[in-house]
């Protein structure tokens, strides 16, 4: 039971201090840690068990910076000494579940990746931050993808440049105006 309060303890810590890095010291970031991130994300739950998602780690500098361009010039994009791109295909939600699975479930399953990723990111000291802001397009073009696979997320990747300072509460929406309870 012990072992079991130790891990939410670390579970709710790291959801706690989950916040967007943008700043990046230039120092790699080991292939293992790269490695185990991902398999983090891989774990996520998807539909169907469908497993809708592709991912695609990037380090090379100049696709970095192409992956910046189509992100509008977000340079902490480029300045990341990792980029991983998660990439839905539509096709394999689709093949279960029709255009609700094309539409929805493998967006949502991507994205259950991606979240798994970040939290993971957190547990290594490594900063991150989820980019949805890009042109979809321009990324796959960039990434050289098929054009059935669906660029969702980019998530830049690195120690964070200064030491974080402690994290101020975010405003949240009150609970009863985002929670309903049903008896």
Request: aromatic share 6%; hydrophobic share 40%.
């Amino acid at each position: 039971m012990r072992r079991v309060i130790e891990l939410t303890k670390d579970l709710f810590e790291a959801i706690r201090e989950r916040r967007s890095e943008r700043h990046f010291k230039s120092d790699p970031v080991h292939d293992d840690i790269v490695r185990r991130i991902v398999e983090c994300g891989l774990k996520a739950p998807s539909a169907g068990n469908m497993q809708p998602w592709q991912v695609v780690v990037v380090k090379r500098p100049e696709l970095k910076a192409s992956l910046s361009k189509a992100a509008f010039g977000q340079k902490f994009v480029e300045d990341a000494p990792v980029v991983i791109v998660v990439i839905a295909d539509p096709g394999r939600s689709a093949s279960k579940y029709g255009n609700r699975g094309s539409e929805l479930y493998s967006i949502q399953d991507t994205a259950a990746c991606v979240q798994n990723m970040l939290l993971a990111v957190v547990g290594f000291g490594l900063g991150a931050c989820w980019v949805g802001a890009f042109d979809e397009d321009a990324a796959g073009q960039a990434l050289e993808l098929p054009g059935h696979l669906r660029p969702v997320a980019m998530i830049p990747i690195g120690y964070p440049k200064e030491r974080p300072m402690p994290r101020r509460p975010r405003p949240e929406r009150p609970w009863d105006e985002v929670v309903t309870i049903i008896d």
